[in-house]
């Protein structure tokens, strides 16, 4: 299936062919699949782009088009029922927004067309074949946010020089948790740190997390690219800002939030922009 036939679904990339349009005989259904929930902090900046990216290509949710919302809450052992819901109910294409979200909706369907984006390599991940040419029933947008962890490690590293001990907080359940952190890792080596790598998958976890890190004295702080740490970007800036550590976060909705830093891609131009690669080279930074 070619990607032009679906693509503008999610913020006008490339319009349907007006033949499909014509044989339309109902209002096309979207499944918009996604790791958050609708009233988490994140879903805030990234939800009103999708729905401008939309109205760019000419839809408006129930006027010429329906969209059929299921969010994981951040519970990843959720996605596999709520994709195959979306695939029963026949829907017209399927927007996975977030960590597995698409792997799992790509697991559940080879027919549905699948319009994905996230902050891993959408080609490691298996999603697709290749950037240029994804091939099979998916394609999408990424940030390439999880790639930039070494890039975080340098900035915090710059923000605060005088420390040598880093943490490095991670989500376990997180399906590239182990390569990220090994990447840190390695990266750390390369600039003379010694890093402690953090798991938290709960609310409880990252105020433990925060416990130990104040029991190494670490000096700064790693947050790993994850959606369930989006859910809690309140949560974790407060935790930074009462410790007084400096941390580093992929996305500028963090700093909004009252974090220190971020580097990462900008959500909010992902989504409307219908680019299958954004350059991740945005930076959010909030005085202290």
């Not at 240029?132 to 790639?147: I, K, Q």
């Not at 989006?230 to 410790?243: G, V």
Request: aromatic fraction near 6%; charged fraction near 15%.
């Amino acid at each position: 299936m070619r990607r032009r036939e679906f693509i503008s679904l999610v913020g006008g990339a490339a319009a349907w062919p007006l033949a499909a349009r014509a044989q339309q005989t109902a209002m096309p259904v979207i499944g918009f699949l996604t790791s958050y929930s609708s009233d988490d902090a994140f879903a805030q900046y990234s939800l009103p782009a999708f729905h401008q990216g939309l109205k760019e290509a000419g839809y408006i949710e129930g006027r010429n088009v329906t969209i059929e919302y299921r969010g994981a809450e951040g519970r990843y052992d959720r996605l596999p029922a709520l994709a195959a819901d979306l695939v029963r109910r026949q829907v017209t294409v399927i927007v996975a927004v977030g960590g597995p979200s698409g792997p799992m909706a790509q697991a559940s369907t080879a027919t549905i067309p699948i319009v994905f984006s996230g902050g891993g390599d959408p080609v490691k991940s298996g999603l697709v074949a290749s950037l240029n040419r994804p091939g099979g029933n998916a394609t999408g947008v990424v940030t390439l946010n999880a790639e930039l962890g070494p890039k975080r490690l340098e900035l915090l590293h710059e923000l605060a020089p005088a420390t040598d001990v880093i943490a490095v907080l991670l989500n376990p359940t997180y399906p590239v948790a182990e390569t990220l952190s090994k990447d840190l890792q390695t990266a750390a080596r390369a600039l003379g740190l010694q890093v402690h790598v953090l798991h938290a998958s709960t609310e409880r976890d990252i105020d433990a997390a925060f416990a130990t890190l104040v029991r190494v004295r670490a000096g700064g702080l790693v947050v790993g690219t994850d959606p369930f740490f989006n859910r809690q970007m309140e949560q974790l800036a407060a935790l930074a800002l009462r410790h007084a550590v400096p941390t580093i976060y992929q996305y500028r909705a963090f700093a909004a939030a009252g974090g220190l830093i971020s580097y990462g891609g900008n959500i909010n131009r992902l989504v409307p922009s219908g680019r299958r690669l954004y350059r991740p080279d945005s930076c959010g930074c909030q005085a202290r």
